[in-house]
């Protein structure tokens, strides 16, 4: 399995949580990671990306301020911090790797871990 999340869990609203997603089988250092999310009854939706040095990060405006995207190549590891919990963050989250090549596209994911937000 190349990507395999965890730390999801139930929080109150405002607590915390720092997703984890453990990355093997492929060179993770040049692919661009991902964490996405989706709801029930609702479109995944792309929370918050990473270039694959590290250098860049963009976030869904309804997380920016509250998430932070980090990485860490030497470990093959992505994290997603989650602060500031409110309960439309619940959902199953995952993270995607990516990476496009001269003639093909390279798409991990993984199966998920969910997080529920309330009181």
């Known amino acids: 399995v190349p990507l395999v999340e965890s730390g999801g869990g139930a929080v109150q609203p405002g607590g915390s949580l720092r997703l984890s997603c453990s990355a093997s089988?492929?060179?993770?250092?040049?692919?661009?990671m991902s964490w996405y999310r989706q709801a029930p009854g609702k479109e995944r939706e792309l929370v918050a990306t990473?270039?694959?040095?590290?250098?860049?990060?963009n976030y869904a405006d309804s997380v920016k301020g509250r998430f932070t995207i980090s990485r860490d190549n030497a470990k093959n590891m992505v994290y997603l911090q989650m602060n500031s919990l409110q309960p439309e963050d619940t959902a199953e989250y995952c993270c995607?790797?990516?990476?496009?090549?001269?003639?093909?596209?390279?798409?991990?994911w993984g199966q998920g871990t969910q997080v529920t937000v309330s009181s």
């Open positions: 995607n790797a990516l990476r496009i090549g001269a003639i093909r596209r390279y798409d991990y």
């Open positions: 089988g492929f060179t993770f250092s040049s692919y661009t």
């Open positions: 990473i270039t694959s040095g590290g250098g860049s990060t």
